[in-house]
């Protein structure tokens, strides 16, 4: 189904690995929003904060939109503004299972919601709430990276820790950990099978 044949409300979701581009993506429909003159807002969740403050979308005419950072649903649904006819979810992997009913009210009182997310933790498997949002969105874009190891479209996210291949059972989220990220190929993607501890990896 294409975009321009949809009315009233919508969900959309941008989904892909690391690297893949689903920023820029989400930024450039956002920007085409606005140069439609919709009054746009942008969340984005907080555990990210590698581009904290980067992410402002400007329209040729001059108009600009900052993300705001939330942490989780219930922050986006308290600071919607009953105005916005456009709503921005990036780093949407992050947020709890609450966004798909926020999501879902907000495309059923006839607002575009967009959502960009990363759909497999660094094991290969669904990411947080991204499974439902893929489920209930109207439209889907599932995008790619490229692979650094050899050059194939990239479908997983390979978490390095300390240069290492992380364990299985590392923890998806060490904020502020020495771990590191790659877009790869399912061939190229490697996760070290065991506990954490028995691969020496001191965590
Ligand atoms: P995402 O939001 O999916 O993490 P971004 O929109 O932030 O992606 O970044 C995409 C950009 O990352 C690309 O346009 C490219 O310049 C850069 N990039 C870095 N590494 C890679 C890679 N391995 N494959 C593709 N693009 C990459
Ligand atoms: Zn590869």
């Known amino acids: 189904m294409s975009i ?7 969900i959309e979701v941008i989904a892909g690995v690391m690297f893949s581009g689903k920023s820029e993506e989400l930024m450039r429909r956002v920007r085409r929003a606005m140069i439609a003159r919709k009054r746009v807002q942008v969340f984005k969740s907080h555990l990210d904060d590698r581009y904290a403050g980067l992410f402002a979308v400007s329209s040729h005419d001059g108009r600009s939109v900052e993300a705001i950072p939330v942490d989780s649903s219930a922050q986006i649904a308290a600071r919607i503004d009953p105005m916005a006819h456009v709503i921005a979810i990036d780093e949407a992997q992050f947020l709890d299972e609450g966004i798909g009913n926020v999501a879902t009210s907000l495309a059923v009182r006839g607002r575009r919601v967009i959502l960009a997310g990363t759909d497999t933790d660094f094991r290969g498997e669904p990411f947080g709430p991204m499974p439902r949002l893929l489920a209930i969105a109207e439209v889907v874009d599932k995008l790619h990276a490229i692979c650094v190891l050899c050059g194939a479209p990239a479908c997983r ?5 300390f240069g290492e291949p992380a364990a299985w059972d590392s923890p998806v989220i060490m904020v502020g950990a020495k771990d590191t990220y790659e877009a790869r190929c399912r061939a190229c993607h490697v996760v070290v099978r065991g506990n954490a501890a028995q691969a020496g990896l001191g965590i």
């Open 4 to 10: 321009l044949q949809l009315t009233g409300g919508w």
């Open 157 to 161: 996210n390979q978490r390095l820790i």
